[in-house]
């Protein structure tokens, strides 16, 4: 997330791939996971574009705003390959904008994670010409602290106290020189005076976002901000940056439990696919980066053909492409990046991984499932609701209301990311007195009885209707529409997808689930996570 919000707040890794169901999670463990937001204050703009789309409530028949919505999307690509999707809502005299940068943790290079989150920070520190007083003076002087950096690890290596002493010194002296030339956060203000609201950005595994909304009437400074902001970034004040992210994984993980644990339980999970690895990065990695690192993995990823653009609200879409035209013709064309290509073998046998910390009990258990483009797709999403989606759901009222085994039993489908096979992921924060093994057993039980008993059409009902308001809930603003019609296009290769998956869900029947449930939930495919007080 950008450094423009620093009241920040985490969401689950399941990244946002409405109308997917968005877990209701416990708290402590949604400050750990996944990507980060920034909210922008409530303003009357905020709730203008929050309520401009209208869509029905979960009563009404949803298929004529369906639709409605098909018949108002406009797509294009530019010569240069980057999309975008358009689509009119006159409801309101607001646009929402998101630009999807088809990069994640999962993209990063080995020895170099944290890299695409960190490039999220900096994208947020201007141009050439905006953010600065005098790039031309100021350009030397952010090559001399690259230089003076390098020099000061050689020297620590080499183990030359006085030497480090005086290069530290130097190197404090250019930084303040560089700080004079710097208009803090001149983007944000630019923003802010046109009446934008919500500037901010988040990193997942799977992508990077930015996204921010402003009057319909500030269509074209919106084209030349942010065309501007990836033509010419200017990466300054890297090492203050730095050192922001490294104080933000301590506040994440390394002081906390449970983000201790989220992290080595996804490194025994997934053997050999990065999503093994954490958004934030590894300490020594995040470190280790250099601002050179980090112009070379944007040149790499955020080709044009790398990047997808949505335009929701009060639009031309013929003036929409004008100005893209315009305005992002400028970025030349370059080679695809390269993709991932590792792929996590089957699980053969059981994994476990204990941790002994200062923190209450905690238990952790996953199995493999396959990525958002399965056809099997909506089935594991109803599992996923049948056991772990609210009040209502198998765990809460078995663990928590029947048994009182946890204060809290949960789960999600997504885990750490979907573009790629994932993980089931079911948690739970075991109650005074009792015991993770007891939870360990009182969990397996409800997944067996998917195994072994069939889905009641009542309960199978209820799960389809909650999938269908959440559904209506994501696309009930302007941004929630651009979000989720970005998330399908890039991942399954179409946003028409994020409309079809009324249809699967509806056709998911108690056999379906049942057979998915006898193929996935089998001990070889079992991640165990037990969080255990040092005592």
């Known amino acids: 997330m950008s450094q423009l919000d620093r009241s920040r707040v985490s969401f689950s890794p399941l990244t946002s791939c409405l109308p997917l169901k968005r877990a209701i999670v416990l708290p402590v463990l949604l400050l750990i996971l996944g990507l980060s937001w920034g909210f922008a204050p409530a303003s009357a703009l905020a709730r203008t574009a929050a309520e401009s789309i209208s869509p029905p409530t979960p009563a009404q028949s949803i298929q004529p705003y369906l639709d409605r919505v098909v018949r108002e999307v406009t797509e294009f690509r530019l010569t240069n390959g980057m999309k975008f999707i358009v689509l009119e809502r006159h409801q309101a005299p607001v646009i929402s904008f998101l630009t999807y940068a088809n990069v994640g943790g999962a993209d990063e290079p080995d020895g170099k994670t944290g890299v695409a989150h960190f490039l999220e920070h900096l994208a947020f520190k201007g141009t050439t010409r905006i953010g600065t007083t005098d790039y031309k003076a100021e350009a030397p002087l952010l090559d001399r602290l690259d230089q003076l950096s390098e020099q000061i690890q050689a020297a620590t290596r080499q183990g030359q106290k006085a030497t480090v002493d005086r290069l530290q010194a130097e190197f404090a002296r250019v930084e303040a020189d560089a700080e004079k030339l710097v208009k803090q956060n001149e983007i944000g203000r630019i923003v802010e005076q046109a009446g934008g609201v919500g500037l901010n950005a988040n990193t997942s595994t799977d992508a990077t976002r930015y996204f921010y909304s402003f009057p319909s009437n500030k269509l074209e400074l919106w084209m030349s901000l942010e065309s501007e902001r990836f033509l ?110 590792a792929t996590e073998p089957a699980q053969t046998a059981p994994r476990e991984v204990t941790l002994k ?179």
Request: hydrophobic fraction near 40%; aromatic fraction near 10%.
């Open 232 to 341: 010419e970034p200017v990466f300054r004040e890297f090492y203050k940056e730095k050192d922001v992210i490294l104080e933000e994984r301590r506040l994440r993980t390394d002081n906390s439990p449970i983000g201790q644990m989220i992290e080595a339980f996804s490194e025994v999970a997934f053997k050999v696919h990065p999503y093994h690895r954490p958004v934030i990065g590894y300490n020594k990695d995040i470190q280790g980066l250099t601002r050179k690192d980090v112009q070379e993995f944007y040149a790499t990823h955020y080709a044009p053909n790398n990047l997808t653009i949505a335009v929701v609200g009060d639009v031309n879409p013929t003036v929409v492409k004008q100005l893209a035209q315009t305005y992002f013709g400028r970025y030349k064309a370059k080679a695809a990046p390269p993709e991932v290509v």
């Open 357 to 535: 910390l200062k923190t209450q009990p905690w238990y952790l258990e996953g199995y493999h499932r396959p990525a958002l483009n399965h056809p099997d797709n909506a089935i594991y999403d109803m599992i996923g609701s049948i056991l772990s989606d609210g009040r209502t759901s198998r765990l809460y009222k078995s663990l928590v209301e029947k048994q009182q085994l946890a204060l809290g039993a949960q789960g999600f489908s997504g885990f750490p990311g979907n573009k790629f096979p994932n993980l089931l992921l079911f948690y739970a924060l075991t109650a005074p007195g009792h015991t993770v093994d007891e939870l360990a057993t009182a969990l397996r039980a409800e997944i067996d009885r998917l195994k072994t008993e069939p889905v009641s059409a009542q309960e199978l009902d209820r799960v389809k209707i909650q999938a269908r308001a959440e559904l209506l809930r994501s696309l009930d603003s302007n941004m929630g529409l651009a979000e989720a019609l970005l998330e399908y296009e890039v991942k399954t290769g179409s946003w028409r997808n994020l409309f079809k998956q009324l249809d699967d869900i509806a056709a998911v029947t108690a056999g379906d689930i049942q057979r998915v449930a006898q193929a996935t939930f089998v001990p070889q495919n079992r991640t165990i996570g037990k969080l255990m007080p040092e005592d």
